[in-house]
């Protein structure tokens, strides 16, 4: 059975820093592109992060870009992204998910670990 | 970015009616396009991937259909585990992203 399991979530004062883990089983997790997606309380979704298998390739989405860092250990099939000058407003549920491509879609989701920006 | 643009935001339904849900985008991502169903609480599930193709396990009362800039889901029969929110996605380039969302809810 295919699963993604996130930790790392917790209460961080604007400014801090946090890193997120995502720790992945039931498929072969070095030949998947993975991916992070958010949803901040009664909000919709938003993409935050993806990878590519080998680590080579990231791209991020603009509310995020030069402030996060996405990364993963393939011998440990895990997920990471680094989050730091946090906002108030990167408060959110944060999924990690794993990514098909051709046709592109995020099949697999965790069930999410949640980031609260607070002083 | 690519914008996405769904409509309605809600729509109050009744079990066994036919529901439709269209996603717009801002310019052509071809059939770039994907569809999930998220319960309060729950991550997203994905419906559709590819604007029709209907992901293993999904009811076939799901189906999508579109390409270019304009996309719909449709749901034949609107059963009690339904009701949710549905959200489109695009691939067609960097960076991703999502449609605000509609809220099927029950009459």
């Known amino acids: 059975e295919v699963q993604v399991v996130e930790s790392g979530g917790g209460l961080v004062q604007p400014g801090g820093s946090l890193r997120l883990s995502c720790v992945a089983s039931?498929?072969?997790?070095?030949?998947?592109?993975m991916t992070w997606v958010r949803q901040a309380p009664g909000k919709g979704l938003e993409w935050v992060a993806n990878?590519?298998?080998?680590?080579?390739?990231?791209h991020y989405g603009d509310s995020v870009k030069g402030r996060f860092t996405i990364s993963r250990d393939n011998a440990k099939n895990s997920l990471f992204v680094q989050m730091n000058s946090l906002r108030a407003e990167d408060t959110a549920v944060y999924y990690c998910a794993r990514e098909r491509v051709r046709p592109e879609r995020f099949d697999s989701w965790g069930q999410g670990t949640l980031v609260t920006v607070s002083s | 970015a690519i914008q996405l643009t769904q409509s309605p935001s809600s729509l109050s339904t009744s079990v066994g009616d036919r529901v439709t849900i269209t996603c717009r985008a801002s310019q052509g991502i071809s059939s770039d396009l994907a569809w999930y169903q998220q319960k309060p609480g729950k991550p997203p599930k994905l419906l559709i991937y590819g604007a029709s193709s209907l992901e293993s396990g999904v009811p076939s009362r799901f189906s999508g259909s579109g390409s270019g800039t304009d996309f719909t889901l449709t749901i034949s029969s609107l059963q009690p585990e339904d009701f949710a929110t549905y959200y489109c996605q695009h691939f067609k380039s960097y960076p991703l992203t999502f449609g605000g969302g509609t809220k099927v809810e029950i009459k």
């Open positions: 990878i590519n298998p080998d680590g080579s390739d990231k």
């Open positions: 039931g498929f072969t997790f070095s030949s998947y592109w």
